[in-house]
């Protein structure tokens, strides 16, 4: 166990942000999770009564119906982004005068950083060159992650959950984005941070950057397997492939849009560009788990193989 | 005689005159003695109701004009749901935001005074400034640690307003604006990376740009790019580095949309953001919660019709 390597990557002044972050994250996850459970008992009560529903004021909080709905900004809010104000600033000049930014040499193009990272924000994506080409890593799936990001509300159908925590009303909602932004996302950038060292090899937290190290690991492509070694066997197969992929990855998904009454419920509210737009958005975002598990299983490198680009 | 007269009448001219004056004096000082009285109301003063424009004291009504009568503080409505100053459901991720924007343009336009962005000067710079200039250090660091929050903060923002379900009708428009702002504040950070001109930045941008050359279409190894004519010295990662590799050219672009370009547009689409904040109802909630036996059904045109249930 190498404690000072991991200390190393630890206290790199532009990684302070990630180890903030894997303290925020599930500090905050679990802070909105908790405010949701409390709601989604709530509306248990409240379903179980229709008595109680009619008269109940709906929140989680205490209230009286002799107080007031509202309340002045001035000062009930502003005292609020005051002290937040503060607070951030404190916090800011402690990291500011505690943690210098860093500064490495200068730049200079015939000495290669190894390995040279994006700044952390971005690892994710560096760390997607992996399993995909820069065209698909870097350029096709950032821009579907923007726009995809973008369609939700106009994908999701569900009017239940607007303005409040809940896991119950929005369980596949939240499931979806939670495994995009969670368990993707940020385990990408988790990874590219922590785990990958020099050559972007892989390194277990505790183990030495070793910078001669050589892994011997050969990729396959997948019509290798098949023995295919034409240009158009190999783009037919892939092109095959990847549409039984799409298949089979859209029966999937359409079973969990409709897989209880109330799935199918909202299911029956969507057009259908709407659920065409949700399928093609989900199964995109399972293809990089998917690359991801047969290069690991199979030493998988491509699928689709054609003269202008490999999947 | 005449002398004496002149003498006479001098005298007599001066104590007048020094009568006069002394009379005056009092009643200048009567007079700024009543002034002063009135000084106390300050909030009656004319120099007062020119820059504030109406009373503020603790009534309600001047609690809401204290908020409307304000370019700063207008954004705000005048009064909100009790509920919604609770810390719990907004996290407060927003507002830290929009305020460490404001704090990076702080210290990014004093860093400016300092620096050069010029193959050579640049990287010096960044010594002088540790080094010579009154609390560059912590100016720098103050800079670099406000952008790294700033990316966090916009983060745990989206993931909030994901969970809350706060873009649904009729905040889809807003979150759209939202995740513009997302981009622009990667992108702020990413040309900031490239400034100070060392091995980190450097290769970090070398790194991030050469993604651009698989760009479909537009970037010379990228899908149908040789195709159509890219090579190294025409394709969209040229247009963005200014030349084929990362240089002065890439400098300056780096340094022009760090701090002009897109500062200007992302301070648009905040202008959108908050207005549309306002004008879609205020922040989402606490809102009551709505029961699956309350849902209305759609009402939809006719060019999108609802699908009918094919999963049984």
């Not at chain 1, 159908?157 to 368990?183: D, H, M, S």
């Not at chain 2, 109701?49 to 109406?54: L, Y």
């Not at chain 2, 010096?124 to 406000?146: C, S, T």
């Amino acid at each position: 166990m190498d404690w000072h390597q991991i200390w190393e990557i630890a206290s790199t002044p532009d990684n302070v942000p990630i180890v903030a972050l894997l303290f925020l994250v599930p500090f905050y996850t679990w802070y909105a999770f908790r405010q949701a459970r409390a709601n989604d008992r709530l509306i248990g009560e409240l379903e179980a009564s229709p008595e109680l529903a009619k008269s109940h004021h709906r929140k989680t909080f205490p209230f009286r119906p002799e107080w007031t709905r509202e309340v002045h900004v001035w000062p009930y809010l502003l005292r609020i982004e005051f002290l937040a104000a503060i607070i951030v600033t404190v916090i800011l000049m402690i990291w500011s005068i505690t943690l210098n930014a860093p500064l490495e040499e200068p730049a200079n193009p015939n000495l290669t950083m190894n390995p040279a990272k994006d700044p952390w924000y971005f690892l994710g994506l560096q760390e997607m060159l992996v399993y995909f080409d820069p065209w698909m890593a870097g350029v096709v799936l950032p821009s579907l992650i923007l726009v995809g990001l973008a369609a939700i509300p106009y994908m999701d159908e569900n009017p239940l959950g607007a303005g409040y925590y809940t896991l119950k009303q929005r369980k596949w909602a939240i499931a979806a984005f939670c495994f995009g932004f969670l368990v993707l996302w940020l385990t990408m950038i988790f990874i590219g941070t922590f785990i990958r060292g020099p050559g972007w090899m892989w390194f277990w937290p505790g183990q030495t950057w070793d910078h001669s190290r050589v892994v011997f690991e050969v990729n396959r492509d997948l019509p290798d397997l098949f023995n295919i070694t034409g240009a158009w066997g190999k783009g037919i197969l892939g092109a095959v492939v990847m549409a039984i992929y799409y298949g089979v990855a859209g029966w999937l998904v359409h079973k969990v849009i409709t897989l209880n009454e109330f799935n199918r419920k909202i299911y029956r509210r969507m057009s259908f560009l709407q659920y065409l737009t949700l399928q093609f958005f989900l199964i995109t975002m399972l293809l990089l788990p998917l690359k991801i598990f047969i290069r690991h299983a199979f030493r998988i490198k491509y699928i689709w193989i054609t003269p202008w680009f490999n999947i | 005689m005449a002398d004496e007269n002149g003498n006479g009448k001098e005298q007599k001219g001066l104590t007048g005159v020094l009568e006069k004056v002394k009379v005056d004096t009092r009643a200048l000082k009567d007079k700024a003695a009543e002034e002063i009285k009135t000084y106390k109301e300050y909030d009656r003063t004319q120099l007062y109701k020119s820059v504030f424009r109406v009373k503020h004291d603790e009534t309600p009504r001047g609690r809401a004009l204290g908020i409307l009568t304000n370019v700063f503080l207008h954004l705000h409505p005048a009064k909100i749901n009790r509920d919604a100053v609770r810390y719990s459901y907004t996290w407060g991720m927003g507002g830290i935001s929009f305020y460490l924007f404001i704090v990076l343009t702080f210290t990014g336009v004093l860093l400016m005074f300092y620096y050069h962005p010029t193959k050579g000067q640049a990287f010096r710079d960044i010594i002088y400034l540790e080094a010579d200039v009154p609390f560059g250090k912590l100016l720098r660091n103050m800079h670099r640690w406000a952008a790294h929050l700033m990316v966090i903060t916009v983060w745990l923002h989206m993931f909030r307003v994901f969970l809350t379900g706060s873009y649904k009708k009729p905040r889809e428009f807003n979150w759209v604006v939202g995740v513009v702002l997302m981009l622009f504040t990667l992108l702020l950070s990413f040309t900031g990376y490239l400034l100070p001109d060392d091995q980190l930045g450097f290769w970090a941008v070398t790194v991030g740009t050469n993604m651009a050359r698989a760009t479909p279409l537009l970037g010379h190894e990228g899908p149908f790019g040789p195709q159509l004519g890219m090579n190294p010295f025409n394709d969209v990662r040229f247009a963005l580095l200014g030349g084929s590799i990362v240089d002065a050219n890439a400098l300056l672009r780096s340094y022009i949309w760090h701090c002009i370009g897109i500062p200007l547009v992302i301070s648009l689409f905040m202008a959108v953001h908050f207005w549309r904040v306002r004008k879609d109802g205020g922040i989402s909630g606490p809102a009551p919660v709505m029961l699956e036996s309350e849902i209305k059904e759609i009402k939809r045109g006719a060019v999108a019709a609802p699908i009918k249930a094919g999963g049984r």
